[in-house]
């Protein structure tokens, strides 16, 4: 690694080194990904928690597909939206266990509707790191249900017509409606206050399973720049500017 | 002897300017460094300016940021 190269000169103590439950693999996503920023924040929240050895994540399909290589504790590898399924039958099997799993927005708002509504309306006893993009990233950019009005997409090229298409399908405050949720919040990770914040939140969900709280889903409204063909820096601003307004921030069920 | 420190793990980093972004003091700047796997790399240019607060590490996608603080100021 050329981090070796560069010498640390004497007289200074380290601040922010990479999270121990993180392997040495190179992330896959594209540079200035949000998903990035968010599987260090999990990566950090397991490290602080001190439950790496019986922490256990489902991964999704889509462009977090490869987590297991990044992470040092165990995985598996949902089928397409079956992460919270998988993640029910893991936690129940053995409860000793800390089960998260971390999907997308067409992972767990479109083909994994039912599975994400039904483990939620059970309450079952497990943390989701929702990953709300806006579009299908991994297969080159198609509308998701979660794709604001007026958005191009490859599959809406004349931007979304909620028409013929919908709305942006509000995950979050439909899941807490129901009685089965412990906590549902949505966070952002434009800038380094909302990282902060957001890092809170993702502790905050892995702490309500170690104490039996319950379902706890965090949704981070999260910036796909190859998709949207914008630079990174843009990404963020687009969040701010035209996410944000579909998606406000907040918690949306807090059970204490 | 300046406040902070910074590594960059020029392996992982993909040159998205997050970091660049986020710093405060404009210590950090892409430069025209190519990785090996194409990336123009960020890289320090101002050292005397970092005060080691870690928003340019807490900003990065790829986690290629290292920082360190000095012990006492003004050492
Ligand atoms: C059963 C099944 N249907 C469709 C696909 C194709 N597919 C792969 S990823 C994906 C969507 C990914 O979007 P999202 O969950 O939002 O993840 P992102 O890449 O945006 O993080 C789809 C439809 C698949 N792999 N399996
Ligand atoms: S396609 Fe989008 S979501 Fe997928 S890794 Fe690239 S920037 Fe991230
Ligand atoms: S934020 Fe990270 S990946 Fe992006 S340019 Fe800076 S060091 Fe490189
Ligand atoms: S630690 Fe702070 S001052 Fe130093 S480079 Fe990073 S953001 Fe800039
Ligand atoms: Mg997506």
């Given amino acids: 690694m050329s981090v070796t190269e560069v010498k640390v000169p004497a007289g200074y103590v380290p601040v922010y080194t990479k999270p121990k439950s993180l392997s040495e693999a190179r992330f896959t996503y594209c540079p200035g990904c949000h998903h990035g920023i968010i599987t260090r924040l999990v990566a950090e929240a397991i490290d602080e928690l001190g439950i790496q050895e019986r922490t256990v994540g489902i991964a999704p399909v889509g462009c977090a597909v490869f987590l297991s290589d990044f992470f040092r504790c165990d995985f598996v590898q949902a089928a397409h939206g079956r992460a919270c399924a998988v993640a029910t ?3 129940r099997a053995n409860p000793d266990l800390i089960v998260f799993s971390y999907q997308g927005d067409g992972d767990l708002a479109a083909i994994g509707t039912a599975e994400t509504v039904h ?8 943390t989701v790191i929702f990953v ?7 297969t080159g950019g198609e509308m998701a249900p979660t794709t604001l009005p007026g958005m191009r997409t490859v599959t809406t090229p004349e931007g979304r017509d909620v028409r ?10 439909m899941l807490a409606q129901l009685d089965g949720p412990s906590y549902i919040t949505r966070q952002a990770v434009f800038d380094v206050r909302h990282v902060q914040m957001a890092k809170k939140a993702i502790i905050k969900a892995f702490k309500n399973q170690i104490e039996g709280k319950g379902f706890s889903l965090v949704e981070i409204v999260a910036a796909c720049p190859t998709n949207l063909r914008v630079s990174p820096v843009e990404g963020n601003k687009w969040v701010v500017e035209q996410a944000l307004k579909y998606f406000p921030l907040g918690d949306l069920k807090v059970r204490d | ?16 300017g997050l970091c660049v972004a986020a710093c405060p003091f404009g210590v950090l700047a892409i430069t025209s460094e190519l990785n090996p796997y194409g990336y123009a790399v960020a890289g320090v240019i101002a050292p005397e300016k970092c005060t080691g607060c870690a928003m340019c590490a807490q900003m990065c996608p790829d986690v290629a ?3 360190y603080r000095a012990v006492k100021e003004g050492v």
């Fill in chain 1, 132 to 138: 709300n993009n806006q579009i299908y990233g991994m």
């Fill in chain 2, 1 to 16: 002897m300046p406040k902070g420190f910074v590594v960059i793990d020029k392996e992982r980093c993909k040159g998205c």
């Fill in chain 1, 164 to 173: 013929t298409t919908g709305y942006p399908l509000r995950m979050s405050e």
């Fill in chain 2, 65 to 67: 940021i290292e920082v």
């Fill in chain 1, 119 to 126: 483990a939620a309306n059970r309450g079952e006893n497990i």
């Fill in chain 1, 89 to 91: 039958g893991i936690k």
